[in-house]
C-alpha cells in the first residue's frame, strides 16, 4: 500500500491503532508506520512531539525544519510544544516552504483522518524513510497476513515463525534421516543384486554339472551293461574250460593205450633180434 491508497482508506475515518483514548493523531502516525512502511513500531510515549527524540534511526533520517527545507511526500511531520502540550504529528502530502498539506487526525481536534493544510509554525522537523522498504518486503508482509501471522503484533508473530522454524529443523532432520536411509537402501539394493548375480551364476553351474552327472550315469548304465555281458561270456567260457578239463581227466593214460602196447611190443622184438 501506498500513501494515495492509505489516504483513500482512511479519510474521514477514525484509526485507534492501539485501541487506547480514541483517535489521536499517534494512531495515524504508527498506522502508517505499519500498514505503508511495514517498519517496526518506535517505543510508546506519552506525547507526539516525544517521537522526535524516540525515532528509529535505522528507518529513518531526521531532518529539522530550516526556512529552505521542504519534506517529501510520505515525511512524518512533528510540531512541538509550540503546536499545544503534546505536539502533534501527521504525514506529509505536498506543499512548499510557506505551507504544505498533510494527512491529520485529531487536528483540529477530535477530527477524522482527512488532508490538512499547515505553515511551519511549531514544526520540530520531519522524519524522512531511509528506503521504501515497503517495496522490497510486501510480498513477505502480505505472505505472512495470508498464512494468519500479523507483522505488526511482533511478539506473536516472533512465536508463530519460531515454530515454523522449529518444524523446519526437525524437517531437515528427518530428511537427513530418509536420505541416510535410502543410502543404505541403495547399498542393500547393490548387494542383492550381487547375490542375485552370484545364484543365477551357481543356477547355471549347477545345471551343467547335473547334465555332466546325468551324462556320467547314463554312461555308468551302459558300462553296467556292457559289464554283465562281458561276465556272461566269461562265466560260459570258464563253464567250456572246466569242461574241457573235465574230459582230458577222463583220457586213459598213455600206457593203456593199445598204440602204446604195439610200440612197446614192436620195441622188445627189435631189441631180441
Excluded at 113 to 137: A, C, E, F
Excluded at 246 to 269: E, G, M, Y
Aim: hydrophobic share 30%; aromatic share 10%.
Amino acid at each position: 500500500m501506498d500513501l494515495d491508497q492509505f489516504i483513500e482508506k482512511y479519510t474521514d475515518k477514525g484509526i485507534d491503532f492501539d485501541g487506547h483514548f480514541g483517535n489521536q493523531c499517534m494512531d495515524l502516525y504508527r498506522q502508517y508506520v505499519a500498514e505503508v512502511l511495514n517498519y517496526p513500531q518506535s517505543k510508546p510515549v506519552p506525547s507526539a512531539k516525544d517521537v522526535w527524540d524516540t525515532y528509529l534511526p535505522k528507518y529513518f533520517d531526521r531532518v529539522e525544519n530550516k526556512p529552505t527545507n521542504i519534506p517529501l511526500k510520505g515525511d512524518i511531520v512533528i510540531w512541538g510544544k509550540e503546536f499545544g502540550k503534546h505536539g502533534h504529528i501527521s504525514v506529509f502530502v505536498e506543499g512548499g516552504v510557506r505551507t504544505f498539506k498533510s494527512f491529520d487526525q485529531n487536528s483540529p481536534l477530535k477530527s477524522l483522518s482527512h488532508v490538512q493544510k499547515h505553515n511551519y509554525k511549531g514544526v520540530l522537523g520531519w522524519l524522512r524513510p531511509r528506503k521504501d522498504m515497503s517495496t522490497d518486503i510486501k510480498w513477505l508482509i502480505d505472505y505472512m497476513r495470508e498464512k494468519g501471522i500479523d507483522p505488526l503484533n511482533e511478539g506473536a508473530a516472533r512465536g508463530q515463525l519460531q515454530v515454523i522454524f522449529d518444524g523446519n529443523e526437525k524437517y531437515k532432520e528427518k530428511q537427513k534421516r530418509i536420505d541416510s536411509l535410502e543410502n543404505e537402501l541403495a547399498g542393500a539394493k547393490g548387494e542383492a543384486a550381487e547375490c542375485e548375480t552370484r545364484l543365477s551364476t551357481f543356477e547355471k553351474n549347477r545345471g551343467e554339472s547335473q547334465e555332466e552327472v546325468d551324462k556320467l550315469n547314463k554312461q555308468l548304465h551302459q558300462n553296467g551293461g556292457e559289464l554283465v555281458r562281458l561276465n556272461n561270456i566269461i562265466v560260459k567260457q570258464e563253464t567250456e574250460i572246466e569242461g574241457l578239463r573235465q574230459k582230458r581227466n577222463d583220457t586213459p593214460p598213455v600206457s593203456d593205450n593199445k598204440f602204446a602196447r604195439l610200440i612197446r611190443w614192436l620195441l622188445r622184438r627189435k631189441v631180441g633180434d
